[in-house]
Every structure is written in C-alpha cells, then in structure tokens.
C-alpha cells in the first residue's frame, strides 16, 4: 500500500495520468472505429499547412563587425565577396567586411562584376570567376542584386548544369529541383528593400527573352543575415525611394495574396510552392513592416543621414521579407515586362508603379485588408463605407509616392499606349506570381492596370 502510494506520487506516473486523460477519448473513439488522425488532419482537398522560414538574423547598428565571427561558424575558409563595382570601388565597405574575415584566417576573393537587376550573362561570368577556385563560402554584399548572384552563383557551381534555365521556375524554365543544400552564405544588405536576404528567391533578366524570371528553392535561402543600418546611410534617395516601395509593396502583396489554406494541397511536399500564401504568421510580419515604412520612408529619402529612419526602414525590409514565405502577385509581375524592356529602371520603381492600379482592381475582393493597409499608412477612414476604406488604401500609396519624388507613372519611364500589349502579354506569363493574386487575372485585366498605370496621377 505504501508502494502504490509512493508510484502515485511520482512525477512521471502523475504525466501519464494526464496523457491518458487527453488521450483516452481519441483512443476509445479509435476503438469504436471512429476517428483517426488522419481522418483529422488530411481530409482537407485544400492544403492546410504552411511555412515559416526564416533566414538567422543579427540586426543593429556595427553587427556588420561580427562577419569574420559567423563566417567562421559556419565553417567558411575561403570566401568570395558577391558585390558591385560602386560598392567596391567608391565605399569602404568591401574592405570593412574583407579585414574582419582575414582577421579571423579565413582567405577573401572579391567579385565585383554584379549589376542592376542582373541578366543570365552576367551571372553567367560570376559563375566563370569562381569556377575551380574551391571557394567554401559566399557573402552577398549590397542591394538584392548582389544577393541575388551570389545565390545564383552558389547554386550553379555547387549543382553545374548545362543549361541556365533548368532551375528556372516554369514555365520559362524547367523547374528542376536544387539537389541538396549549398555552400554557406551570409547576406549582408547595403539597401533596405529587397528582402532579399531573407528569402529563397533570385531574381534575373534573361536576355534573349526579354524577360525577367527567377530561381526559387528553399535551398536558395542564404544561411545568416547580418543587418547593420549604417551600411544603408550612404544610399541616395532615388534609390532609397525604390527600394524602400519594394519593401512597402512586398508586404502588401504577402498581405494580400491567396490564403494558404485556399490552395490545392500539394502531391507531394516537395511540391508544395515556395509561395504558400497569406498566412497568420507572415501577417503580423508584414502589418508592421507596412507601419513602419509609412512612418519612416519620407524622411529616410529626405534626410539620409538619419539614423533612426535607416535603422526602421531596414527592419521593416527585413519584416517585409516574408513575402518569401506568402508571395507576391500583380504588381511584381508586371514589374518584369517594364524592367526587362529597359534595365535602368529600378526594380522598385517597377514594381510600385502599377501598384495603385493594381489595389483598385483587388478592391472588391479583399477589402478588409485594404482598409487595414489603409489605417497602417495612416490614412483617417472613420465614418467611411468599406469600400472607400478599402479605396484609401490606394490613396495611401499615391501620397507616399508622391511625397518622395516618384515617377507618376509608366508614361515618365518611356512607355505609351502603343507598348501596352506587349507589356500585357509579357506579364500574362508569369503565372507563378498572377496565381497568388486574390482575384483572378485575365490579359484583359492587366492591360488595364498598364493602362491606368500610365499616369498615376
Ligand atoms: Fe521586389
């Protein structure tokens, strides 16, 4: 008596008492032949999971100094910097990150050949350059761009394959799977907007096709973020604006995109897409990144020496980066018929330019988060109907632009009516992104938002 006594009290016996309570009613279910778990949990034909992946991250001012130390960590010896000539050749920061490497006995190559919004070609000569050095390691270092690459370029000599486009995504590409993971890889962003460093995603111009595609894998996720704002201070603010809009509309088009439980399950889940859709973890992310640049982005182009709006506005770019998890939609793919037609023109630039009219056209099916869009920016909509709530979320994006020097439209980039069809029939193709959009996309649709995007005011 004493013993059973003594059992009862033990700590374990008293888990398994309460295991078995939770439990019990499941398992005589079971036994009734009723429910089983997976009556529970896949019956859905529409997908019931989603992703949370997000990149490791330090953020604040001087964390670029702990480069050596995480390089190191991750196992790198011999490393190549992924950057562009102006970084290279008018700051100091490739030398910034260069000393704290070799500081730390680890040898440092430099790649300097990286461009704005880069083509097949120019990765193609990264890939060339690193080929056969036994490099074990890469560090992007600046805007999306030079992240971009270097993820383009880890990926093509750690998997060589013949042809560029097989692990583009279809249907320009093949698709073909990243076989297993790749080399180290720490991003260090010298632009707050791209997000880049915390998604899976790298973006490229394919010449010939007069098309801008991506890679997609979640191999492509570098492995460490180092985000520092002062390396964002020496921005200009054209570029500040761009960038700082891309972040804005990566988190509202994560806002929006398809719920990820409306998608078909997946046949497999190494079918499932890198973009699973809006979900309640990538919401909270984004709604604040939204906040933040609609407090922050005016005066991180007026004032570029301002330290505290660098220091939000790459927050919120990095916030904004769980659009790698949710996905974009409208304005992203119409971004790249405009910038694949004239590469001068910044990816932000791009993309927030058909933004307005991209909104109006999803306002009758998504209005609730329009209007908390709307309130985000801080527009007032008391007393509104819900479709203008919805409305002013448009109107906040137009005074935000408006406000830090924008193009009003595609007109002021060198388009007129006469390129619209084409523009639209380029953007039609790019089904991976038009398939998140909440409303379906007809041709029709988007000639219209090309057209209203002419002048946006
Ligand atoms: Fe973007």
């Not at 690193?130 to 093509?156: E, Q, R, W």
């Not at 960038?243 to 988190?251: C, F, V, W, Y």
């Not at 990144?289 to 220091?311: K, M, N």
Request: hydrophobic share 35%.
């Amino acid at each position: 008596m004493a013993r059973a006594t003594s059992f009862a009290r033990n700590p374990i016996f008293t888990i398994f008492q309460h295991l078995e309570k939770l439990y019990n009613p499941i398992i005589n279910e079971r036994k009734r032949g009723g429910i089983y778990l997976s009556d529970l949990a896949y019956s859905s034909p529409n997908d019931t999971v989603f992703t949370i992946r997000n990149v490791q991250v330090k953020f604040g001012e001087g964390v670029s100094t702990e480069v050596g130390y995480e390089a190191k960590r991750l196992g790198m010896t011999d490393v190549l910097i992924v950057t562009d000539r102006n970084i290279h050749e008018n700051t100091d920061m490739v030398a910034h990150i260069a000393d704290r490497l070799t500081d730390k006995g680890i040898s440092v190559d430099v790649f300097d050949g990286v461009h704005i919004e880069p083509t097949d070609a120019e990765v193609a000569k990264g890939i060339e350059y690193t080929t056969g050095k036994g490099h074990d390691g890469f560090i992007g270092l600046g805007g999306g761009s030079s992240i971009d690459t270097a993820k383009m370029i880890n990926l093509y000599t750690t998997h060589p394959t013949d042809d560029f486009k097989d692990y583009i995504s279809p249907p320009i590409g093949k698709g073909k799977p990243v076989p297993s993971p790749l080399e180290p890889h720490i991003a260090i962003p010298t632009t707050a907007g791209t997000g880049s460093e915390n998604t899976p995603i790298a973006v490229v111009d394919l010449v010939q096709e007069k098309l801008k595609t991506a890679v997609s894998h979640p191999y492509l996720l570098p492995d460490y973020a180092l985000l520092d704002p002062v390396l964002t201070i020496s921005l200009p603010p054209y570029y500040t604006a761009s960038t700082g809009m891309d972040a804005l509309l990566h988190s509202i088009e994560a806002y929006t995109c398809i719920p990820y439980d409306t998608r078909p399950r997946p046949e497999s889940p190494g079918k499932r897409p890198v973009y699973v859709g809006s979900n309640p973890v990538s919401d909270i992310f984004v709604e604040k990144s939204i906040e933040l640049i609609g407090r922050h982005v005016r005066t991180a182009c007026h004032e570029p020496t301002d330290l505290e709006a660098r220091h939000h506005m790459l927050l919120a770019a990095h916030l904004g980066g769980a659009f790698g998890n949710a996905g974009v939609h409208i304005p992203h793919a119409l971004s790249y018929p405009i910038a694949g037609r004239n590469h001068e023109i910044p990816h932000g630039v791009a993309v927030c330019i058909t933004g307005a009219a991209a909104l109006e056209f999803l306002e009758p099916k998504v209005p609730e988060k329009l209007g908390r869009v709307a309130r985000l920016l801080g527009e007032e909509t008391g007393g509104l109907s819900k479709a203008e709530v919805a409305a002013s979320a448009k109107e906040a994006l137009l005074s935000l632009m408006k406000d830090i020097d924008f193009p009003s439209g595609i007109a002021d980039l060198g388009f007129g009516e006469e390129d619209i069809d084409e523009l639209a029939s380029a953007g039609i193709k790019i089904s991976r992104l038009l398939s998140c959009s909440p409303r379906r996309v007809k041709l029709e649709d988007i000639r219209e938002i090309y057209r209203k995007s002419l002048h946006n005011w």
